[in-house]
């Protein structure tokens, strides 16, 4: 079965350089999530989108973007990187209303690992 | 919002014997429990999920229960091998609409050969 895809998988930017990361959720999939996850650190939620729209925000800098596309997939864009910005960031896609009123589960890509220098 | 705890937050057992995770959630509108697995530099993984009108889910080696009332859900590892060595994560959720997913500092799992 088709899995979420993430690239870059690894990433090597400069203090102050700009990023920007891609996710292509499964096919049929409406909502993405993206969550960053510092060293040793739980995931932490970002941002997330439901049918091109921003349906939910985190603890996301005001130095980083997204958008959802018309294709459905999403770019995280961030600029002004700062050194603690090195982590793995995660994309996860989901459905919507197939579940009868339960949540719908969400799938994770691979990850894309920054490093900033 | 959701307050989530695991317990225990580091486990090591013998390759071969039995090992539990206890979640508990606060947020009795929670409707949705899955466990997922994330070994180190990967993604998450969902290795099991339940919803609240189920009390037991069982596939293979890897069972979930859920207790509502007293809002905790389980994960079961029987026959455990090196390979389930990794870190895993409970990540309860309710609503109808999709929501976020707040981890809990999940529970490292350790194998001993």
């Known amino acids: 079965a088709a899995g979420v895809i993430q690239s870059p998988r690894h990433l090597i930017k400069e203090k102050r350089e700009t990023a920007t990361l891609k996710c292509y959720p499964i096919?049929?999939?409406?909502?993405v999530y993206w969550y960053q996850q510092g060293p040793g650190q739980d995931p932490q939620f970002l941002i997330s989108?439901?049918?091109?729209?921003?349906?939910d925000k985190g603890s996301i800098p005001d130095r980083f973007s997204a958008q959802q596309f018309s294709d459905y997939h999403s770019e995280l864009n961030m600029s002004s990187l700062e050194l603690g910005d090195s982590a793995l960031y995660f994309c996860?896609?989901?459905?919507?209303?197939?579940?009868?009123?339960?949540?719908?589960?969400?799938?994770f890509g691979p990850g894309t690992r920054l490093l900033v220098l | 919002g959701e307050n989530v705890e695991q317990h225990p937050s580091t486990l090591s057992v013998q390759e071969g014997d039995s090992a539990v995770i206890k979640c508990t959630y606060s947020?009795?509108?929670?409707?949705?429990f899955p466990w997922y697995k994330q070994e180190l530099g990967k993604g998450p993984q969902l290795i099991i999920d339940?919803?609240?009108?189920?009390g037991e889910k069982k596939d293979q080696r890897i069972a979930v229960t859920l207790n509502k009332t007293a809002k905790h859900f389980s994960l079961h590892i029987t026959e455990t091998q090196p390979e389930d060595s990794a870190v895993y994560f409970c990540?309860?959720?309710?609503?109808?609409?999709?929501?976020?997913?707040?981890f809990g500092s999940g529970t490292r799992l350790s194998i001993r050969p």
């Open positions: 996860a896609s989901s459905s919507s209303g197939t579940s009868s009123g339960f949540q719908e589960t969400q799938y």
């Open positions: 096919p049929r999939h409406d909502t």
């Open positions: 989108f439901y049918e091109k729209m921003q349906s």
């Open positions: 947020d009795s509108a929670s409707n949705y």
């Open positions: 339940i919803r609240s009108n189920v």
């Open positions: 990540a309860p959720r309710g609503g109808s609409s999709a929501s976020k997913i707040i």
